[in-house]
């Protein structure tokens, strides 16, 4: 082709739609022809699949919403129904440990005299002049004990015994039954003993126990029972 044959051909290009439609047809393949289209086509597509992605993602944030929501309200009635029936075993744990008060003293090879009543570790702590030693908090702590008890040794001499009981005992257990003791023998002069009562101890309680820091009176599982 000469150069100004292919002059005339670039102009026609240029000039012609026609003629250049034509020439494409013929140099081009039918599926290259068609890409435009089909790229349309798939860039259309991928419009709408991004537009219901983010209407499934934004459906899904208010279903996982719903979820974790119902899911935290769940976990707090769970919480709420375990706080209830600790509080339903410590109540159980407190009125087993009363039916054996006469068994503790045995353990502690003491012969029963009383079972305090708060109005009696209250008139203890008047008589021993030692109120304002102890702030109101502990003395009103003193006087929520679970069990106070009096006995005798073989001598005849007097012994207190401070009591705590739980399910499963833990450090609250022992802390205040050792305090307890130990307020005891404060206000009165007497030998005192501290005793856990309980089911299961745990970790810390045990190390206690066989350390001798405690005495351990073990509750049965089955006096927890309903009748």
Known sequence: ??????????????????????????????????????????????????????????????????????????????????????????????????????????????????????????RLVRDSGMANEIEFGQRRSFYAADMVLAGTDAAGDTHYVAAEASFTADSRDTDRAIRNAAFLTRFTGQPSHSVVASVFNDHEVQELVNAGAIHWFRLDEREFDAD
């Open 1 to 122: 082709m000469s150069p100004a044959e292919r002059t005339r051909f670039l102009r026609a290009l240029q000039d012609d739609p026609e003629f250049r439609a034509e020439v494409r047809r013929q140099l081009l393949s039918k599926e290259l022809l068609e890409l435009p289209e089909r790229f349309a086509r798939f860039a259309a597509y991928v419009e709408g699949f991004i537009e219901d992605q983010k209407r499934f993602n934004e459906d899904q944030k208010i279903i996982n919403a719903r979820v974790d929501a119902t899911l935290a309200r769940i976990e707090t009635n769970i919480a709420r129904i375990e706080t209830n029936i600790g509080v339903l075993k410590g109540n159980v744990a407190r009125r087993v440990l009363r039916d054996h008060h006469e068994t503790i003293l045995d353990l502690l090879q003491l012969d029963f005299v009383d079972i305090l009543q708060r109005s009696d570790l209250t």
